[in-house]
């Protein structure tokens, strides 16, 4: 079963900390992904990356960054966080060119920033 | 680019009624349809998908329908239970092999014993 891993489920910053959300997937997937949802806004994307040191912006890059160093670990990075930013942040990983282009993802990251 | 829009955003049924939510995109070129549901405090998961190859697809209570001519597909949910109680997305692919997938906003469905 493919598992996508998020390393914290909660966690609260202070505005203007810098803050790493983590992304782990063991089924040696090229395809990653980083949404925040929203109420009423349903997923928006972030940032993604198809591959090693690959990286795209999403449609909401605006104050984050992203690291892919390693093909099985996705980050997500907050150079300064503002209260704007909290949120649901999850991580999706897909197999490249898999029949089925699904998602699998992880099972999120509730982020608050006071 | 794609867009995808999905109604209703709220959903309220009866137990052992059918519920249905519609998709509506815009890229003809969108090739595959994922339907995910998110229950309460849960990751998404993907519950059933179709090809723009195929008009309908069903997996016991569970059944999408495609209409590639007017771009829409639906998910049919019939004799539903309490635990169907969730959020539900649609999501359409953009073409290519490495197309990401565009999601609708969410269609909340609560079942009501």
């Known amino acids: 079963d493919v598992k996508v891993t998020q390393s914290s489920r909660y966690l609260v910053k202070r505005t203007g900390e810098k803050v790493f959300l983590e992304c782990v997937q063991d089924?040696?997937?090229?395809?990653m992904f980083w949404y925040r949802q929203d109420p009423g806004l349903g997923l928006r994307l972030i940032y993604f990356?198809?591959?090693?040191?690959?990286?795209e912006k999403g449609d909401i890059p605006e104050g984050y960054s992203v690291s892919r160093e390693k093909k099985e670990r996705f980050s997500l990075i907050l150079e300064s966080a503002s209260t704007n930013q909290t949120s649901m942040y999850l991580c999706?990983?897909?197999?490249?060119?898999?029949?089925?282009?699904?998602?699998?993802f992880g099972s999120g990251t509730r982020l608050t920033v006071v | 680019g794609e867009n995808v829009e999905q109604h209703p955003s709220t959903l309220s049924v009866q137990e052992g009624d059918s519920a249905v939510i519609k998709c509506t995109y815009s890229?003809?070129?969108?090739?595959?349809f994922p339907w995910y549901k998110q229950e309460l405090g849960k990751r998404p998961q993907l519950i059933i998908d179709?090809?723009?190859?195929?008009g309908e697809k069903k997996d016991q209570r569970i059944a999408v329908t495609l209409n590639k001519t007017a771009k829409h597909f639906s998910l049919h949910i019939t004799e539903t239970q309490p635990e169907d109680s969730a959020v539900y997305f649609c999501?359409?692919?953009?073409?290519?092999?490495?197309?990401?997938?565009?999601f609708g906003k969410g269609t909340k469905l609560s079942v009501k014993p």
């Open positions: 179709i090809r723009s190859n195929v």
């Open positions: 089924m040696d997937h090229e395809n």
């Open positions: 999706a990983s897909r197999l490249q060119g898999a029949p089925n282009y699904g998602y699998t």
């Open positions: 990356s198809y591959d090693v040191k690959m990286k």
């Open positions: 999501a359409a692919k953009v073409g290519g092999s490495q197309g990401n997938l565009i």
């Open positions: 890229d003809s070129a969108s090739n595959y």
